[in-house]
T-cell receptor, first 114, second 113 residues
Framework: AQTVTQSQPEMSVQEAETVTLSCTYD???????LFWYKQPPSRQMILVIR??????QNATENRFSVNFQKAAKSFSLKISDSQLGDAAMYFC???????????FGTGTRLKVLA | SQTIHQWPATLVQPVGSPLSLECTVE??????LYWYRQAAGRGLQLLFY??????ISSEVPQNLSASRPQDRQFILSSKKLLLSDSGFYLC????????????FGPGTRLTVT
């Protein structure tokens, strides 16, 4: 069965600095999708970024980018120029192509220090 | 554009009472629909998902049930709530066929007393 692991329960970053959140996953599948979600204090889950496993190029969305290492089964999120509004829980998620069930990690709480 | 609604936003119910949470999606057809539960400070637990009207898959057998009476409506129910049912309930949808992006509603905070 697939698993997603986020080994950092909590991280802190100074405003305007860069932070990287880690995510590893375990799967025997070759075709899958990976996601990062942000959950601010309102608890609304917001999609941050998506990565298709068949794409070698790392996904980027403004200040958010990923480092996708397929062989290592690693999918980290880099947040550049951190802002106070980036403070939230961040969840890594996985789904095998052709299926319906998403697997979520346990989350990393990001604190942004002014 | 697509929108997902959940209600109520907050609910306080006594043990043993029934439950009905509703989720509707606008702006798309034949979405995949999901119910998740999130305990305080924890990750997401998938409860049910549906790929079509009347088609429900249960991931966690317990005193909760789900129904999909219409294409874009997903209902979470219980006949008798337990204290352990307290939590934050999130409805989500994804497009089929699509890019597997999943979008979440604002959630319902349920407290069972």
């Amino acid at each position: 069965a697939q698993t997603v692991t986020q080994s950092q329960p909590e991280m802190s970053v100074q405003e305007a600095e860069t932070v990287t959140l880690s995510c590893t996953y375990d799967t025997s599948e070759s075709d899958y999708y990976l996601f990062w979600y942000k959950q601010p204090p309102s608890r609304q889950m917001i999609l941050v970024i998506r990565q298709e496993a068949y794409k070698q190029q790392n996904a980027t969305e403004n200040r958010f980018s990923v480092n996708f290492q397929k062989a290592a089964k690693s999918f980290s999120l880099k947040i550049s120029d951190s802002q106070l509004g980036d403070a939230a829980m961040y969840f890594c998620a996985y789904i095998t192509s052709g299926t319906y069930k998403y697997i979520f990690g346990t989350g990393t709480r990001l604190k942004v220090l002014a | 554009s697509q929108t997902i609604h959940q209600w109520p936003a907050t609910l306080v119910q006594p043990v043993g009472s029934p439950l009905s949470l509703e989720c509707t999606v606008e702006g798309t057809s034949n979405p995949n629909l999901y119910w998740y539960r999130q305990a305080a400070g924890r990750g997401l637990q998938l409860l049910f998902y549906s790929v079509g009207i009347g088609q429900i898959s249960s991931e966690v057998p317990q005193n909760l049930s789900a129904s999909r009476p219409q294409d874009r409506q997903f209902i979470l129910s219980s006949k008798k709530l337990l204290l352990s049912d307290s939590g934050f309930y999130l409805c989500a949808w994804s497009e089929y066929p699509g890019n597997y992006e999943q979008y979440f509603g604002p959630g319902t905070r349920l407290t069972v007393t």
